[in-house]
């Protein structure tokens, strides 16, 4: 798999602000992960958008996935102070590869 | 998804020795993976077990320093051995049930901490 760089590397919003995050990336994917880390704990997988699909819901998430432009961006609405996190982008080309990851962005909600 | 367990979470050790950890799912899966996240970094991937064989490494993991046992499809160990103050890190296992999707549910980490 290929590592996706993610922008900004960190990002700090008002609680209740949306935010946005991007990722880019360099050579043709399957699909495009995005997963969350709570203070050094384990990822959290959020939301998996395959390459022929352009956007995705979860919840208070939206993905957005332009292969023409090769980034992704992932918006996530009236945040709350839980969403504090570092999250990061995975880019990935189908099958069973380990997954490589960037910096992150760190997201910091303040109250 | 998956749930995945780790053993131990936490664990401080004298440099020179070994550590083993233990990565257990709940269900059956296709793929596991272990990673290393030190200190401020992110996530680097160790290597993929492999079930019933050798792991396959990344570059610059080898297999005399970081062992792994993947005996069958709900559990995997990771043994950091001789171990230096630069092994201090986070250790990570993941699972991939869907070889196609390649979406990785992840275990809580356990905190290494080299003396």
């Known amino acids: 798999s290929q590592q996706g760089e993610e922008d900004p590397q960190a990002l700090s919003i008002q609680e209740g602000e949306n935010a946005t995050m991007n990722c880019s990336y360099k050579t043709s994917i399957n699909n495009l992960q995005w997963y969350r880390q709570n203070s050094g704990r384990g990822l959290v997988h959020l939301i998996l958008i395959r390459s022929n699909e352009r956007e995705k819901h979860s919840g208070r998430l939206r993905v957005t996935l332009d292969t023409s432009k090769k980034s992704s961006s992932l918006l996530i609405t009236a945040s709350r102070a839980a969403d504090t996190a570092s999250y990061f982008c995975a880019p990935a080309g189908g099958g069973a590869d380990g997954l490589t990851f960037g910096k992150g962005t760190h997201l910091i909600i303040q109250p | 998804s998956a749930v995945i367990s780790q053993k131990p979470s936490r664990d401080i050790c004298q440099r020179g020795t070994s550590l083993t950890i233990q990565c257990q799912v709940d269900?059956?899966?296709?793929?596991m993976f272990w990673y290393r996240q030190q200190p401020g970094q992110s996530l680097t991937l160790i290597a993929t077990?492999?079930?019933?064989?050798?792991?396959?490494?990344e570059s610059g993991f080898v297999i005399d320093k970081f062992p792994i046992s993947r005996p069958n499809l709900t559990f995997s160990t990771l043994t950091v051995s001789n171990m230096s103050p630069e092994d201090s890190s986070i250790y990570l296992c993941?699972?991939?049930?869907?070889?196609?999707?390649?979406?990785?549910?992840f275990g809580p980490g356990t905190r290494l901490l080299v003396l």
């Open positions: 077990a492999n079930q019933g064989s050798e792991a396959t490494y």
């Open positions: 269900s059956q899966v296709t793929m």
């Open positions: 993941s699972a991939a049930r869907d070889r196609d999707s390649g979406t990785q549910y």
